[in-house]
């Protein structure tokens, strides 16, 4: 019998991981504050669909969307601004887009909400698409280059790269935890908003990455999509990163040389 609510407890696992939110948003508000270009859009009506555009120095090269974690269930984009520099000095424009949150919006809903937000940021920007995203966030990114993407052919044209990290890809076993009290998914969703159980897009190039200290079942999603995904005719890796953590692994992001920087906006 698998403890699944212990097998998704990052938090508990990580010594020190409960101030990590107050330092990212210490870190993000004092990014903010430097001077650089970011402009805040609205891409819906509710007061959750905005996101946030941090510009480079010189023309941008293209769209890099960030779509963060949080179980669908918590979370802002004022904590991630500073994970934006890597892509940000590569010469990308980054986008960094935050969603309704569960229990007031179902994760197909949510799903529905990252497709229109990615479609808003692309139209401010020409030239090529990647994206990335964080655990729920790697969720969403995948969600994006399945068989019934959200994503219209035009958007799909100009995507060249998709990083899951630390992504979710088999909801299933979510059912069985209790923080399914505020997603709700019953057997028919879970399926249906599960990655590895659709086909790949066909123009789908993904990369799944994973850090080597994460929670065995972290670990164990990110290698089940890249297998399921392997001969259906999508480009598809999965990474495994040293010895982080659910939370180390993100920090690669701010350096724009780093492995992870350049699997996502090189």
């Known amino acids: ?26 870190d993000a508000a004092a990014y903010r ?33 960030f779509v963060h974690g949080g179980y669908w269930i918590r979370l802002d984009k004022s904590l991630w601004t500073h994970f934006a520099e890597g892509a940000r000095a590569n010469g990308w424009a980054v986008c960094l ?12 809903e949510i799903t529905q909400q990252v497709g229109r937000a990615i479609a808003f940021a692309a139209g401010l920007v020409d030239g090529p698409v990647r994206l990335a995203g964080h ?5 969403l990114v995948s ?31 979510l059912m069985w935890t209790a923080m ?13 908003e599960s990655a590895a159980l659709h086909r790949p897009e066909t123009r789908a190039n ?19 999509l890249a297998t399921m995904w392997q001969g259906l005719g999508a480009e598809v890796a999965c ?12 920090d690669a992001l701010k350096d724009p040389g780093s492995n992870l920087t350049r699997a996502f906006a090189p």
Not at 97 to 108: N, S, V
Not at 180 to 192: G, I, K, S, V
Not at 239 to 245: F, L, M, R, T, W
């Open 1 to 26: 019998m698998t403890d699944w609510d212990d097998a998704y407890a990052n938090t508990a696992h990580v010594p020190g991981s409960e101030a990590l939110p107050g330092q990212w948003e210490a």
């Open 33 to 65: 504050a430097s001077g650089l270009r970011i402009e805040e859009h609205a891409y819906g009506a509710h007061p959750r669909e905005r996101l946030d555009m941090v510009w480079p120095d010189s023309p941008a090269k293209g769209l890099a969307v």
């Open 97 to 108: 887009a935050q969603y309704t949150l569960a229990p007031e919006a179902r994760i197909a």
């Open 135 to 139: 655990s729920a966030g790697g969720h």
């Open 143 to 173: 969600r994006m280059i399945c068989d019934d993407t959200p994503l219209t052919g035009a958007v799909l044209d100009r995507l060249e790269h998709t990083l899951s990290i630390s992504g979710l890809h088999d909801l299933r076993p």
């Open 180 to 192: 399914n009290t505020d997603l709700r998914l019953d057997e028919a969703e879970a399926r249906q």
């Open 206 to 224: 993904l990369t799944a990455w994973v850090g080597g200290g994460e929670r065995p079942e972290f670990i164990r999603q990110a290698q089940l």
């Open 239 to 250: 990474v495994v990163d040293g010895a982080h953590n659910h939370f180390s692994v993100i």
